[in-house]
């Protein structure tokens, strides 16, 4: 404890103590960086001039509306410019920023819309109806409708609300942002995918964000002026961060609507996109992309990836495309990203396998947080061995302040000093941490528990295999047994029976599926596997 | 205010709060960098783990020699491997790292001892005879001295204290740490130049040392693994805060006795120093280097310049050698730099004479500052044209606590809720500062306010002159004058005459300097010339 021995006249005040808040980033941006490009999305371009004043006037039009310090604001909109735009505009007049998934149904809409208790949704014109049902199923007072219409991708305003750009014509550009007085005041209220049971609401303080923005370019080797492309959805963990980010850096954020291999590729070539974050599909879109939709570049694009391991041939592949590709681990709890898988440049003379096998870890605490590691179920440290198996747990200010109106989740979540990721891991030697499974994603056959990811490992190795997922299937005798789900390579068979000799060679018997199904995998807009429906399907499989 | 409708459960816990220290950018890197070089000097070479080994041991001796956190440890060492381990060393057992300039004479050196309240002097073995004149001239109980020997400089233990290494070699290597329970707690206390008066002592939180080592990386583009020459003494602003940083990116420090051109030179060849900072003096020192002390290297270096804006004759020489310079400023009260004079690639095909210009501004704040401005005598802010004068004011995280035992400075520096430099300048329309003088130094002739800054420029572009500096002179008929103090480059003549009228050409009739004198100019050790000290030459030239 610091503490002089005579500490008078040495408090905070206004002169030595600023809240810290990413809003901070983008009133800099604006005369700093008053002329470089900030927002590109179709034909849709913004200085940071122009972007700063966007959003000052939408923060100026809520506030006309009603919404106060402390409210909540929802969207549900895809990655382009309202979006991006909402990051600041929203938190601009002191409300806390709902980013809602745009793929999920009436139901769960209409129940975070009740739990968060949202005064305006701001609604993309072809999630309308899905919303509208969900405002119709609400049990408390629906939140007023802004729409927002995207002709250039088809869907003109219905008509029947405020349409955002008319919205925001007459806010004030030079309106007066409500920053923070404290920086544990509340900036977004993300709901987690809920997979069991109800969604919960994962509170955000400026203080956590902040802290994101300022570790981020460190861990990714970032320097002024880079280019991001949203591919990310904004409704995950606010896109990692990314656009309360780029003002830091006076960075152009690349919006985009739906994902292709196409649209990433000229957003490389045309906009100079130097980095982007997705999903391991993401990168096998890139890998396995048409011929005519590739385009050539210079430069190396910068790629976090998160979700799941990057599989060996899709590193191998993307590498020699021009992308560099970082795995990260996070949770929506601690903001995206707060566990990189740090090169080593004395690794780079390894051979190519032996570097996806590192590449495949998720890695060490970035920048901003005090601690993560793996303990034991009483709490202690595991041995850093590679075998020994123990959950994920963190420490640190990109933690958030716990679920909105669920205390009793927010202390479980946070028992014994550090949140509990619910991920089961291994340490190597160097600290590095690697993630076993999930810890409801474990298989427990005849009491030996299986990891799903390491039997998806085995089958992702066969030459005909795109994709698949391994889920546990009841069994009497063993309780559990793996069941594979599998897509195949386009113009590429297989057979239950071929899959499963091949594992054989490298899987004990135990860990070896039992079935082996052939289709498409459920996935959500960000292509993270829908394991509770496969799990369904298991059971009658 | 986002406080939301519901916030219980939601308040700061161990897991996602952490006090913010720069002290926790070595205990990462001790893990995640352990293997890399963590400090060069001579012969000296540590890897991360074993850096942080011996700051341990540094930390745990002193708590054997009864320091207690928040107690004073003082050094007197150029920046050597032990002043760069009591960066770490002396606030990993919670003190105060109070570094003194080794140029100060034994009555101030007696003075900070005295007010500071050191417990230990960590002294190097060549500033011993002026330490041990300072503790006999002491008012209250001396400091315990640890004698810095340094041989590889000629520099023998005298046998007197206890050596450093001696010192550390029985601590503890797994020493715990004395973290901050809060981040308001005091990390270093510096004291001031007291050009006027006795210094004071700025207080340094653990909050803003944070904060300056996460907005740096930024400014000064800097990704991982950078190689940082330690040339600004590190009890100047904690050598502006790098040795806390560059664990953050796994950098390494290049330690440095003195400074020549050989050394830094040699550091860029052999160690691949990317970054450094210095006067503009140092530039000077590059780009009139021997032939035979120069050498070939092919990366580009980054510098940070500060304390007064480089020449544009240095800047044209000094870019072409293969160095970036950026200018920077700040004040030991923003632990260093907290205004950079960003570049704007848009002009980049400017004229050399107008890139020259725009590199002389001082710019705009630094990421981790909330306002840095101009304003008037009433504290409103002054148009940004060019030429209309005010004080440079700031606010943000990385401002002092305050001055120590001197509440009423600290009132008075922070009058109106920011921090007052007593820096006067003008502001371009994009918001860039330039100064135009301190306060202090502003001569005032007839009722005419001249900025030493200018007339100083005008005789710079002098082809004989190397350095000059103008300060006031006493004059019955217009108040003052300016008078100008010229050191000429070597081989070259001039006289007052010749002088005088070649700024006639460029300065209005009244800016012009009434004497000139040819001398050496009194430097403090960073090159900063001593203007008080010219003052009392020119009262009777």
């Known amino acids: ?74 969207t549900l909109i895809p990655n382009i410019t309202a979006q991006i735009e909402a990051s600041f505009g929203v938190p601009a007049c002191g409300a806390v920023l709902n980013t809602i998934n745009t793929r999920l149904d009436a139901d769960t809409i209409a129940y975070i819309f009740d739990h968060g208790g949202a005064k305006i949704a701001m609604v993309d014109t072809q999630f ?78 400026h203080r956590g964000a902040y802290l994101m923005t300022m570790g981020t370019p460190i861990s990714w080797r970032m320097t002024l002026n880079p280019v991001f492309m949203a591919i990310v959805p904004l409704f995950h963990c606010n896109g990692w961060n990314h656009t309360w980010m780029m003002p830091l850096l006076g960075g152009t954020v690349v919006g985009c609507r739906d994902i292709s291999a196409k649209v990433i590729y000229d957003g490389i070539a045309d906009e100079g996109v130097s980095h982007f974050g997705g999903a391991p599909i993401v990168l096998n879109l890139i890998v396995n992309a048409d011929e005519s939709d590739r385009r050539s570049f210079e430069h190396t694009v910068e790629v976090f990836t998160a979700g799941a391991p990057p599989a060996p041939a899709t590193l191998a592949g993307i590498g020699k495309l021009g992308f560099n590709v970082t795995q990260v681990y996070g949770l929506t709890e601690t903001y995206g990203h707060v566990v990189e898988c740090l090169w080593n440049s004395a690794w780079d003379d390894f051979e190519e396998d032996a570097r996806s096998a590192i590449k495949a870890r998720q890695g060490i605490a970035m920048p901003m947080m005090d601690m993560t590691t793996v303990v034991d179920q009483r709490g202690v440290q595991i041995p850093m061995d590679g075998s020994t198996q123990g959950e994920i747990v963190m420490r640190g200010n990109s933690v958030m302040k716990g679920y909105y109106k669920n205390p009793s989740a927010t202390e479980k979540a946070f028992s014994g000093g550090y ?11 160097n600290g590095m941490m690697q993630i076993a499974d999930r810890m409801k994603d474990i298989i427990i056959s005849g009491g030996e528990n299986i990891s799903s990811i390491e039997v998806e490992g085995a089958i992702m190795a066969h030459p005909a295999v795109s994709l698949c997922a391994v889920v546990a299937k009841p069994d009497d005798k063993w309780g559990e047994v793996p069941c594979a789900f599998v897509e195949l390579l386009p113009d590429h068979t297989s057979s239950e029976g071929e899959i499963i000799s091949f594992v054989r060679g490298s899987l004990a018997s135990f860990k070896t599926p039992k079935r082996v199904l052939f289709q498409d995998l459920p996935k959500t807009s960000t292509g993270k596997i829908q394991k509770f429906e496969l799990r369904v399907i298991a059971k009658d499989a």
Chains 1, 2 share one sequence.
């Open 419 to 429: 949140f509990h990721s619910e991920d089961i891991a291994i340490q190597h030697p």
């Open 128 to 205: 309308l109806p899905e919303v509208e049902a969900a405002l119709n199923r609400m049990d408390g007072t629906p939140p007023r409708v802004i729409e927002i219409a995207d002709t250039e991708a088809g869907f003109k305003a219905t008509g029947k609300y405020p349409e955002y750009e008319d919205f925001i014509k007459n806010g004030d550009p030079n309106y007066s942002w409500v920053m923070p007085d404290d920086e544990w005041e509340s900036l977004a209220l993300n709901y987690t995918s809920g997979t069991t049971g109800r969604p919960k609401g994962v509170v955000y303080h």
């Open 1 to 74: 404890m610091g503490w002089m021995a005579d500490e008078s006249g040495l408090n905070k005040c206004t002169a030595n103590y600023v809240p810290l808040t990413p809003l901070s980033h983008i009133q800099r941006a604006a005369s700093v960086f008053a002329e470089h490009t900030a927002v590109v999305y179709g034909s849709h371009r913004t200085t940071y001039r122009e972007y700063h004043a966007r959003v000052s006037k939408l923060a100026s039009s809520l506030t006309k509306l009603g919404v106060m310090p402390g409210d909540v604001v929802a």
